[in-house]
Structure formats: C-alpha cells, structure tokens
C-alpha cells in the first residue's frame, strides 16, 4: 500500500493500549511531508503512548503505522531496519550516556548505521554540534551541560543522519521559557531549511503556537481524536466549546 506523493505518514484504524487495556483507538490522521505536526492532549490521554507506537518501540493492538508506504507494524529485517533509519527521535529524557563524550554520543547512530571512516563520522557529528551551537562542547561530559544544552546535543544526535522524520516527545520538558523559545527557534530552522517533517509531542502550547502546522488533540475519556486541523483556528473557530478552551486554557 503506498502514500499520496505529500503524505509521509499514514495512520490508519489504529488502536493502542496496554496488557489488553485500550487507551486509544479509531486513530485515523495523516502527516504531511515536511510540515510541523503537534500531537496535544492533557495529561494521561496517550500522547507519549502513541508516539511510541509510530516509531515502532510498542506495537499497537490494531491498525497500521505506513511511514512512505512502508507499515512500521509488520516490516521485519532489513526492511525493519531500512525504514528506522528513515527517521530520528529525540526522548524526553534526553537518553545520553554519561561514560561518553557529547561528540560520542552524537556519532553514535554513524557507528550503528554507517561504515563511514572514523574522521568522516566525527566531521558529521560536529556539522550537526555546529548547526545546534555546541561545537564548543565535542569533547565535555554529558554532566557538564545545562538542561538547554543536553536538549540540543540529544537533538543533534537525532538528526546525525539527516533522517527525513525527527519525532519529539515533550522537547520542552523541564526547560526555561527562553530556552524553550530557542528550541523552537531550532526546530523550525530543521523544517523550513532542510525540509524534515517533525512530529512533536508537547503540552506547551505557546511553542504549538510558535511552531505548528497542524495538530491533533486527544481526549483520554473519548479514547481517540477530538480535534484536527490548524492551532490557531482551532482556538478560534472550533465548533466544541471542549476543544475552544483547552487552546485558550481556560476552565470547563
């Protein structure tokens, strides 16, 4: 089953849960090529559940994931392995290694993926260190950074291979507003300069706001989508008063 040439990710008939309980189901959405994708909901509706299913680490209990065509459900292999490739993630814990350097950790998807020579991949890796303003830091201890900087230095280890999929679980996590507001500088940089197609989960809707092409909000009681389309005009002109208030963040 292939895509149209603009959809880079299809979600069809999914249902995802846990030990036989449903947290979501009936997911239907698509995700274009290059654009900013937000998946929002308050806490406990399935955000980071969902993302974990699209980039295959959970395997949902119905439906299919298609990533360029490709179904990320049952691609097994070479297969499996051509199509992880094909994106980055950036974890909300940031997930470096503490026994390695930042540039180590950055070259790390070079050494699992790539059988570049050694200078080649450490020339890679500090491109990327460059293009996130760390390349001061090649050669620090992941303790010896700030919040901010573990952030960039996880996000340019993403990104390491020029995926054309960067998914973000809460990118903004524990982050202060001015740091946050140059992460979203950061991402934006990645999807109206190189073209990548991000797909973020976050409940900070100021960096939606900054950063969004479209969204999808889901509701934990409903299990599934409530609201699809446009942050800013979902704010303004969604039809559920539901939907209205949480992007105004006001009380039912």
Same mark, same amino acid.
């Given at each position: 089953?292939?895509?149209?040439?603009?959809?880079?990710?299809? +979600?069809?008939?999914?249902?995802?849960?846990?030990?036989?309980?449903?947290?979501?189901?009936? *997911?239907?959405?698509?995700?274009?090529?290059?654009?900013?994708?937000?998946? *929002?909901? !308050?806490?406990?509706?399935?955000?980071?559940? &969902?993302?974990?299913?699209?980039?295959? *680490?959970?395997?949902?209990?119905?439906? =299919?994931?298609?990533? =360029?065509?490709?179904?990320?459900?049952? @691609?097994?292999?070479?297969? /499996?392995?051509?199509?992880?490739?094909?994106?980055? +993630?950036?974890?909300?814990?940031?997930?470096?290694?503490?026994?390695?350097?930042?540039?180590?950790?950055?070259? &790390?998807? *070079?050494? @699992?993926?790539?059988?570049?020579? %050694?200078?080649?991949?450490?020339?890679? @890796?500090?491109?990327? #260190? /460059? &293009?996130?303003?760390?390349?001061? $830091?090649?050669?620090?201890?992941?303790?010896?950074?700030?919040?901010?900087?573990?952030? !960039?230095? @996880?996000?340019?280890?993403?990104?390491?291979?020029?995926?054309?999929?960067?998914?973000?679980?809460?990118?903004?996590?524990?982050?202060?507003?001015?740091? $946050?507001?140059?992460?979203?500088?950061?991402?934006?940089?990645?999807? !109206?300069?190189?073209?990548?197609?991000?797909?973020?989960?976050?409940?900070?809707?100021?960096?939606?706001?900054?950063?969004?092409?479209?969204?999808? #909000?889901?509701?934990? =009681?409903? %299990?599934?989508?409530?609201?699809?389309?446009?942050?800013?005009?979902?704010?303004?002109?969604?039809?559920?008063?539901?939907?209205?208030?949480?992007? !105004? /963040?006001?009380?039912?």
């Amino acid at each position: 089953m292939s895509a149209a040439p603009d959809i880079i990710i299809s +979600v069809r008939n999914l249902k995802v849960g846990y030990d036989g309980h449903v947290i979501l189901q009936r *997911l239907n959405f698509d995700v274009r090529r290059g654009e900013v994708f937000a998946i *929002l909901g !308050r806490t406990g509706s399935g955000k980071s559940t &969902l993302i974990k299913n699209l980039i295959g *680490l959970y395997k949902p209990m119905e439906g =299919e994931v298609l990533i =360029e065509g490709t179904n990320i459900v049952t @691609a097994e292999g070479d297969d /499996r392995l051509r199509l992880l490739r094909r994106f980055g +993630v950036l974890y909300q814990s940031d997930a470096l290694f503490g026994s390695m350097t930042v540039l180590e950790n950055v070259r &790390l998807p *070079l050494d @699992a993926f790539t059988r570049l020579p %050694q200078m080649d991949k450490d020339l890679v @890796a500090l491109s990327k #260190l /460059r &293009l996130v303003d760390l390349k001061g $830091s090649a050669a620090k201890q992941p303790a010896e950074l700030s919040g901010g900087m573990h952030k !960039r230095a @996880a996000l340019a280890r993403a990104i390491v291979t020029d995926p054309g999929i960067l998914f973000l679980d809460e990118p903004s996590a524990g982050l202060d507003p001015i740091t $946050s507001a140059a992460m979203d500088a950061l991402f934006k940089q990645l999807a !109206r300069g190189s073209g990548m197609t991000l797909v973020i989960v976050t409940h900070e809707l100021p960096s939606i706001y900054a950063i969004a092409d479209r969204v999808i #909000l889901l509701d934990a =009681e409903k %299990q599934s989508i409530v609201a699809e389309g446009n942050p800013n005009d979902l704010r303004d002109h969604a039809a559920d008063p539901m939907v209205r208030h949480f992007f !105004r /963040r006001e009380a039912m």
